[in-house]
């Protein structure tokens, strides 16, 4: 299991953050007024910015395959 984030339940005000193990590394609560966290900052950061980053490799080769195909069907 890769780390992740995810909601707790369709419409909770918390995201939990979780290991490669299944975990529950961090939580962030948006139930108040101002934004929380609860956990392991360092784990935390590590997890969201992976899995930030994947999703943003993810969406570039979408992009890329997509005006490559749209060049390619111009020629």
């Given at each position: 299991m890769n780390p992740s984030c995810q909601l707790k339940t369709p419409k909770d005000s918390k995201i939990s953050l979780v290991n490669k193990?299944?975990?529950?590394?961090?939580v962030l609560d948006f139930s108040n007024s101002f934004l929380a966290f609860e956990?392991?900052?360092?784990?935390?950061?590590?997890?969201?910015?992976?899995?930030?980053?994947?999703?943003?490799?993810?969406?570039?080769?979408?992009?890329?395959?997509?005006?490559?195909?749209?060049?390619?069907?111009?020629?």
């Open positions: 193990d299944g975990d529950e590394i961090g956990g392991n900052a360092e784990q935390s950061a590590i997890a969201f910015m992976q899995l930030v980053g994947n999703e943003f490799q993810h969406r570039l080769r979408q992009e890329y395959s997509k005006g490559y195909r749209a060049g390619k069907a111009s020629k």
